[in-house]
């Protein structure tokens, strides 16, 4: 087995010294594909970014491959369109952390851009403005910045948040084509179970509230009882047609979703 | 015609003020490029308020225990050396709980209090504040202009070298952060290239063009849809043309030469709102 490209171990993680994760253990290898879930603000993507080395630990260790060639997306909505570049230049910046300060981009870069972009087909939008493209065009752009930097991790912090379901499973069936075609660790961010679970192959549920930090394989994690401490109620699971579903069994809700 | 004749006669009165304004209009445009789309157009207002406080307590001190710091350069040592600590402060310090401009407002307003209350212990030098820091773009003198040259050199030289990495800081910190980038420093660059070149330009065209052109003539250019390398070079442009053009039309028509240089800016603008309203 390789050597994990990431390694969190008794790690706390949290801001301005106040951890909001404490004996967090967690690795990432080769070929993985982990999803981090969690409700709104309950700390996955400060996990995330400990986890990269962009946010000191408070405690505890961090470990994994060095250098590591990360590739990072961030949520949509926190990249400002009214920058004015075009869709080619923002992919070529997934470059600039492998340059260095000083040095120009060249040829290599360039191509590295072009398959990039072609990866995850947006090859034809390298002269339009960022700004103009959809919600999922956007997306797919920033993935194929992540790409242009020919990562061994690629990170994804809720990749899907706001969009239709139609672009939501595309952008999913992309992140599984990436992921099939080998080389590349994916882990990604989501509050929507439902949205990861037919894709990752491990599991982390994350909630600061109730110092939850728990990880599997989707088997273990796919369970009634670890389906509950992170929803907080009662929670089954059911395979139709090849695809998971999560629903809340609850009496409760029943009674206000009846007609 | 006249008046043409007797401005163009006039060389030598104008040739340093007109050079240090039309400097002063391209190197604010271009820089103002990063102000308007970090969001933080008050930077300007902030930072010559910031650079005044220092005059302020430099001439207390002053007065308290009679060291010369009323000399020109030593002023615009001062005013540099508070504005590019403000300046470092206000770029490198991001809140998660408070948007940049709550800490642009916070300096101005802070500063400018301390301004008053400071300017209120001066015994002899109050009446001078004005002009020591918001200068005259009429007369500027030689010495002025070098200091220009070199701090626009300065900032040319630093945003060739560091434009990939200035840019991804500025568009996409969380992003340059994760991949390892250290984004505070690349800020902290921007914002010494601003905190040297505002108190300069505020004494060379005072503190209303210097906040008009780290505004207008970046959204001029945004307005005409120009990319982000051409941003800069279409600002520098019109910075110039504003700058330059407001100080011959305030000479040739008599009127307030920073005013004139404003409205010219604002005037500029037109053409690109008017582009974009049509779609």
Redesign the interface.
Known sequence: MSAPLVTLEGAAVGYHRRPLLQGVDLEVREGDFLAVVGPNGGGKTTLVRAALGALPLLGGRRGGRRPLRIGYVPQREHVDTIWPFRAGEVVRMGRVPLLGPLRRPGQVDDEAVHRAMARVRVEHLHDHAYGDLSGGQRQRTLIARALAADPELLVLDEPTNGMDPAAELATMDLLRDLHAAGGLAVVMVSHRLENVANYAHTLAFVDKDRQLFRVGTLAEMLRPEALSALYGRPVAVRELEGRWLVYPTDAELRREVAP | MNALREFLAAREIWGVPLTASVLAGALLGALGVYVV?RRTVFVSAALTQVSTLGLVLALLVEERIHIEAEYAPVQLVVAMVFSVAGALLLGTVRS?RLPAEAAVGGAWVAASALVVLGASRLVHAAHDLGGMVFGNAVAVPASDLAVLVAVAVFCLVVHA??R??L??AS??P????????NVPLWDGVLFLTLGLAIPVTARALGALPVFAFLTLPAAAA?LA????RA?FLVAAAIGVLAAGGGYVLSWLWELPTGATMVALAGVLLLPGAAARMRG
């Open positions: 789309l998660r070298l560091f990939k990495e840019a991804f568009f996409d969380e992003t340059a952060r994760a991949l390892g980038m945004l849809r120009a990319g982000f941003a």
